[in-house]
């Protein structure tokens, strides 16, 4: 799910994204999978300037780190 929302922009790409902070579930939806992220599961968020931020799972948070350098943007033209 994650290749796909990277491939149709759904999702952004990790570049220029940081993780500030890491924290206990609390529920809310992870911007990977789309499942909730429960209280006995970590929280990875990644932070943007001007503000925006994603939550992930931790293996989701992973599998966007290095895909989403791999996967260009739906908007902008594939390496040659």
């Given amino acids: 799910m994650i290749v796909e ?3 149709t922009g759904t999702l952004d790409s990790p570049e ?4 500030a902070f890491v924290f206990m ?15 006995s599961q970590w929280t990875y968020p990644a932070l943007q300037r001007p503000l925006r931020m994603f939550r992930f ?3 989701c ?4 780190e290095v895909v989403g ?12």
Avoid: N, Y
Avoid at 69 to 74: E, K, Y
């Fill in 61 to 64: 948070a992973r599998i966007w």
């Fill in 57 to 59: 799972h931790r293996w």
């Fill in 16 to 19: 220029g994204f940081e993780e």
């Fill in 69 to 80: 350098m791999l996967t260009p943007q739906q908007d902008q033209p594939a390496a040659r």
């Fill in 25 to 39: 579930g609390t529920g809310l939806v992870c911007s990977g999978c789309g499942e909730p992220i429960v209280q």
């Fill in 5 to 7: 929302k990277l491939g």
